[in-house]
């Protein structure tokens, strides 16, 4: 199995931050790199897919970069309502695998 | 729209088999391309991808899961079914499905998700 290392496990920032979540794939996924948020008590959410493609609706604070097996989402300027756990999930192949998540906290 | 809604026992004894229902709308199961996978998430713990069926009725399974997991489809109903056997206390967790497509031979995301459902396992 694919497995995915994200980093840090967690972090605090404020409100207007730059903040930036790491996600690293033990073997080469090209492209196939996807990312997710989640609040307490909710369903993950899409934000982004194919490693740089912003999904409908998603603010545009929100990009991915990366390929083969280094990837990083930031989020421009942290707004309150993103705090949250952030995940990466490759779908290069299966069984498909989640990173550990990311927690994002207010400081 | 497309949603995805699950269902099942809350609570589910050791040893037990447990069988989950994702029934979904707005998307047919047999359409080319279109799949629903199964996650699950125990509490305050990371979300684990558990097995996926595509339009064609092929099935993929969690490495660590797969000779207690069995999935199927109903395309008729517009249904998926989960079963787990042998149930744990370790299972206990929220289980999601979750829609997902395979085009340019290759799989997409995860973009539409159920709101998941708890299920404890307790004697």
């Known amino acids: 199995d694919i497995q995915m290392t994200q980093s840090p496990s967690s972090l605090s920032a404020y409100v207007g931050d730059r903040v930036t979540i790491t996600c690293r794939a033990s073997?080469?996924?090209?492209?196939?790199l996807n990312w997710y948020q989640q609040k307490p008590g909710k369903a993950p959410k899409l934000l982004v897919y194919s490693a740089s493609s912003l999904h409908s609706g998603v603010p545009s604070r929100f990009s991915g970069s990366g390929s083969v097996t280094d990837f990083t989402l930031t989020i421009a300027s942290l707004q309150p309502e993103d705090f949250a756990t952030y995940y990466c999930?490759?779908?290069?192949?299966?069984?498909?695998?989640f990173g550990q998540g990311t927690k994002v906290e207010v400081k | 729209q497309v949603t995805l809604r699950e269902s099942g026992p809350a609570l589910v004894k050791p040893t037990e088999t447990l069988t989950l229902t994702c029934t979904f709308s707005g998307f047919s199961l047999s359409t080319s391309g279109m799949c629903v996978s199964w996650v699950r998430q125990p509490p305050g713990k990371a979300l684990e991808w558990l097995a996926l069926v595509d339009w064609d009725g092929d099935k993929y399974y969690s490495t660590s899961l797969k000779t207690r997991l069995t999935v199927s489809k109903d395309t008729s109903k517009n249904q998926v079914v989960l079963t787990m056997t042998n149930m744990d206390p370790v299972d206990t967790a929220t289980y999601y499905c979750?829609?997902?497509?395979?085009?340019?031979?290759?799989?997409?995301?995860?973009?539409?998700w159920g709101q998941g459902t708890m299920v404890t396992v307790s004697s």
């Open positions: 073997q080469s996924i090209n492209r196939y």
């Open positions: 999930q490759q779908s290069y192949t299966t069984p498909q695998t």
């Open positions: 979750a829609r997902i497509q395979y085009k340019y031979e290759s799989w997409s995301a995860f973009d539409i």
